[in-house]
């Protein structure tokens, strides 16, 4: 989200952001609030719940769009924290675009659960991939509020046109990577070096630690 923000300042864009809290700098941005910032303090999420959380920053960014004098051109929104910001969009008559950095929600908990059974494990309720019907039923207010849906692979376009979302409202996109960051090393390791694998991700069946456990072994 900060280089699609910056990038696009880059471009020559104006680009008002709210969220959350903000980690770095934003070069060329106008920051026009922090939802999840008092003062110099940071609110942490588990402190009042996610849920609360982004409903408390719905209100806010839909407050700010239907404030007279904004005058926004595009509306550009993450999941589970925008329906009341979508609908704010839609009456004012703005262009509301929807990321879906993943796969449709109820595929997403159709194949948890399936995985679960098959290894035979059962998920905390916690866990952000349990069964959720009053979360999967928000997301699909949010799908249907949005002009279109910013998709980032054509696996997660397919996840949602199999549940009906027209192919005209799944948009595809690319995010990229930053080449300051994530290049190659210079130095190449020696062949006589040990294979070394990190897995950064919750250790549940979603993220897929066990498929890549499964794949070492046939290896």
């Not at 950095?101 to 309720?125: K, M, W």
């Not at 002009?147 to 948009?171: I, M, N, Q, Y």
């Not at 020696?190 to 066990?210: C, D, I, M, Q």
Request: glycine letters at 8%.
């Amino acid at each position: 989200a900060w280089y699609q923000a910056t990038g696009l300042a880059r471009q020559g864009a104006e680009v008002h952001v709210v969220c959350g809290s903000v980690e770095r700098e934003l070069p060329g941005v106008l920051l026009e609030g922090e939802t999840m910032r008092v003062g110099r303090q940071k609110i942490p999420y588990r402190l009042v719940g996610t849920d609360r959380a982004t409903a408390h920053h719905d209100r806010h960014v839909a407050a700010m769009l239907l404030n007279p004098g904004n005058g926004f051109d595009v509306v550009h929104v993450w999941p589970s924290g925008a329906e009341r910001t979508l609908r704010a969009a839609k009456v004012l008559g703005i262009p509301a675009f929807l990321e879906r950095p993943n796969a449709h929600t109820a595929f997403a908990f159709d194949v948890v659960q399936s995985e679960c059974a098959r290894l035979g494990i059962r998920l905390r309720r916690s866990s952000p991939h349990a069964f959720d019907a009053a979360k999967l039923a928000r997301e699909e207010r949010e799908f249907a509020a949005a002009d279109a849906l910013l998709c980032p692979s054509e696996f997660v376009a397919a996840t949602h046109a199999a549940k009906g979302e027209p192919r005209d409202r799944l948009l595809r996109h690319r995010y990229g990577y930053d080449p300051q960051r994530f290049s190659p090393p210079t130095t190449r390791r020696p062949p006589t070096a040990s294979l070394v694998v990190a897995f950064l991700g919750r250790l549940e069946p979603r993220k897929g630690a066990h498929l890549a456990l499964e794949a070492w072994r046939r290896s």
